[in-house]
């Protein structure tokens, strides 16, 4: 995992708020590419003078990791949440994922020396990660801060086979909401 800790400006907090309360349930899919980005965010969020705060910014990530990684384009995803997503540890068979958190809470990862990696996956008797041997004490969970955008490494990275980042969606408390996005590699 690498982690860039950035606290998100009044006027992006501000947008978010208001992006919230105008749109409250949001599930976009895209493949975009850097150029873009903006002008496909804006027609989907809508012209509001919010919403251009908020595509300013996704078309920002979207283009430092398309440069990072030299892709032309990438798989992008926002979602409003009202529940975990992935609620149980894992790892992504992909080469590499960044995900932030707008508002709510963050993703939850542990560190591999705190992690039995031969429990990963296992189903216990009431399906939680707790209870499987996977990590001995909650305190092992780390969790990133809303805003902190974080890449995270994969096991479909070449020579990354079985060290993918562990990770999952953290619980959303009664009457949140969680806005989340993700990018991914694609095909180009």
């Not at 690498?2 to 309360?21: F, K, P, T």
């Not at 895209?30 to 903006?38: C, F, N, S």
């Not at 384009?73 to 975990?84: E, V």
Request: hydrophobic share 40%.
């Amino acid at each position: 995992i690498s982690v860039w800790q950035r606290n998100l400006n009044n006027a992006l907090q501000n947008a978010i708020g208001q992006l919230l309360i105008n749109t409250p349930s949001i599930n976009t899919t895209l493949a975009v590419r850097p150029q873009d980005t903006y002008k496909i965010m804006v027609n989907e969020l809508g012209t509001a003078q919010h919403t251009h705060v908020i595509s300013e910014d996704i078309a920002l990530l979207v283009d430092m990791f398309c440069y990072l990684f030299n892709l032309r384009s990438a798989g992008l995803r926002l979602s409003t949440l009202n529940k975990a997503m992935c609620p149980r540890f894992h790892v992504d068979r992909i080469p590499c994922r960044l995900v932030t958190t707008y508002r709510g809470p963050a993703t939850e990862w542990l560190p591999n020396m705190q992690a039995n990696r031969e429990q990963l996956g296992l189903v216990t008797s009431d399906n939680s990660d707790v209870n499987s041997g996977l990590f001995n004490t909650k305190k092992a969970i780390c969790r990133l801060e809303e805003g902190d955008v974080a890449l995270l490494k994969g096991e479909g990275w070449e020579g990354n086979e079985r060290e993918g980042l562990i990770h999952r969606s953290p619980e959303v408390p009664a009457g949140q909401t969680r806005l989340f996005l993700s990018l991914d590699f694609i095909a180009s």
